[in-house]
């Protein structure tokens, strides 16, 4: 059954459906939601842990966007409430800091964001997105002031971190300049992979 939806989100994703025409906030929810699944499947996490949402949020989302999903899925009466550590505690306020004002999605979205980035992929990839271009575009949509102040294209975990240390008035590079960085690739380099889903889906091609 969980196998099942998770093929399903994913193929909304893809857009294989034509009765889903998701808008951009919804092709990402259900990625997310996508992550959370093959968490819960495994055992690596509830949807609460995979997602930094509430189950009122996740609930919310569920019923908002995908109405016709079945909630037992996600387990969400068998879980408890996110409990964000310091460090994405910290990526939290920096998010919601340049967060649209007034905007739920966007708060949500900074939860979300938040817990994703703790996984070790890239954060598209964290977040189940197909490539950086759609992480891109929803920073810049959510996070406008925050998306513009990378300029030189920086990894954006590398970008979250840097303004996380300078918010703090120190920073972790020993380099008097990124060109004279020896690590240069590791900020700025190619952010290059296969997505999660794409994973799940090969995982169903073995099966």
Same mark, same amino acid.
């Given at each position: 059954?969980?196998?099942?939806?998770?093929?399903?989100?994913?193929?909304? +994703?893809?857009?294989?459906?034509?009765?889903?025409?998701?808008?951009? %906030?919804?092709?990402?929810?259900?990625?997310?939601l996508?992550?959370?699944?093959? =968490?819960?499947?495994?055992?690596?996490? !509830?949807?609460?842990?995979?997602?930094?949402?509430?189950?009122a =949020?996740?609930? %919310?989302?569920?019923?908002?966007?995908?109405p !016709?999903?079945?909630?037992?899925?996600?387990?969400?009466?068998?879980?408890?409430?996110?409990e964000?550590?310091?460090?994405?505690?910290?990526?939290?306020?920096l998010?919601?800091?340049?967060?649209?004002?007034? %905007?739920?999605?966007s708060? @949500?979205?900074? /939860?979300?964001?938040? *817990?994703?980035?703790? @996984?070790? %992929?890239h954060l598209?990839?964290?977040?189940?997105?197909f490539n950086?271009?759609?992480?891109? *575009?929803?920073?810049?949509?959510?996070?406008?002031?925050?998306?513009?102040?990378?300029?030189?294209?920086? /990894?954006?975990? /590398?970008?979250?971190?840097?303004?996380? +240390?300078?918010?703090?008035?120190?920073?972790?590079c020993t380099a008097?300049?990124?060109?004279e960085?020896?690590?240069?690739?590791? +900020?700025?380099?190619? =952010?290059?992979?296969?997505? @999660?889903?794409? @994973?799940? /889906?090969?995982?169903?091609?073995?099966?």
């Amino acid at each position: 059954m969980g196998q099942n939806i998770a093929h399903h989100c994913g193929c909304l +994703c893809a857009g294989q459906s034509p009765r889903f025409k998701l808008e951009f %906030d919804q092709h990402v929810l259900a990625c997310v939601l996508s992550c959370a699944l093959e =968490e819960v499947e495994t055992g690596e996490a !509830t949807a609460t842990e995979a997602t930094g949402l509430s189950r009122a =949020e996740l609930r %919310d989302v569920l019923a908002s966007s995908f109405p !016709t999903f079945p909630f037992k899925a996600f387990a969400l009466e068998e879980m408890g409430e996110p409990e964000p550590d310091p460090e994405e505690e910290l990526l939290r306020e920096l998010l919601l800091a340049h967060a649209l004002p007034g %905007d739920p999605a966007s708060a @949500r979205f900074a /939860k979300i964001i938040a *817990r994703r980035a703790m @996984r070790n %992929d890239h954060l598209w990839q964290d977040l189940g997105l197909f490539n950086r271009t759609e992480l891109s *575009r929803l920073l810049a949509m959510h996070f406008p002031t925050l998306a513009a102040g990378n300029t030189q294209n920086m /990894k954006w975990k /590398k970008y979250f971190y840097r303004k996380l +240390c300078e918010a703090e008035g120190f920073s972790l590079c020993t380099a008097p300049s990124c060109r004279e960085c020896n690590d240069f690739a590791g +900020c700025f380099g190619p =952010e290059e992979g296969e997505n @999660r889903l794409a @994973r799940i /889906k090969n995982g169903f091609a073995l099966d």
